[in-house]
């Protein structure tokens, strides 16, 4: 841990150990980006911890994020303005960050 109480992470701010994220990592870490979690951004979150766990990598691109998120939450929660309001930027590798994963292998 650092002295911020956090997990380790990298140098873009990515867990090193997604097994070491809790709910109060993410919240301090979503609030470096300026971003205060509601149960909208819970939900993704929750969805992206499930998607890794099944599939042991994140969504590989923003594209498919947005897919996958469509696929299991439909069409008005998965599509990039939504999302893009939740996780302002690239929305799929700043819900990775948040959720405590590795960072997509696509996203700039």
Same mark, same amino acid.
Request: hydrophobic content about 35%.
């Given at each position: 841990?650092?002295?911020?109480?956090?997990?380790?992470?990298?140098?873009?701010?990515?867990?090193?150990?997604?097994?070491?994220?809790? +709910?109060?990592?993410?919240?301090?870490?979503? !609030?470096?980006? @300026?971003?205060?979690?509601? #149960?909208?951004?819970?939900? *993704?979150?929750?969805?992206?911890?499930?998607?890794?766990?099944?599939?042991?990598?994140?969504? +590989?691109?923003?594209?498919?994020?947005?897919? !996958?998120?469509? @696929?299991?939450?439909?069409? #008005?929660?998965?599509?990039? *303005?939504?999302?893009?309001?939740?996780?302002?930027?690239?929305?799929?590798?700043?819900?990775?960050?948040?959720?405590?994963?590795?960072?997509?292998?696509?996203?700039?």
């Amino acid at each position: 841990m650092s002295n911020s109480n956090l997990p380790e992470r990298n140098n873009e701010g990515f867990l090193e150990d997604a097994t070491d994220w809790t +709910p109060k990592a993410a919240t301090t870490i979503a !609030a470096e980006d @300026d971003i205060t979690l509601n #149960e909208n951004h819970w939900e *993704i979150i929750e969805f992206l911890r499930e998607f890794y766990s099944a599939h042991e990598m994140s969504p +590989p691109s923003n594209r498919l994020f947005v897919k !996958a998120v469509k @696929d299991a939450l439909g069409e #008005e929660k998965g599509n990039s *303005i939504y999302l893009m309001k939740l996780f302002p930027g690239t929305p799929a590798k700043t819900a990775c960050k948040i959720a405590g994963l590795p960072r997509p292998t696509n996203c700039l």
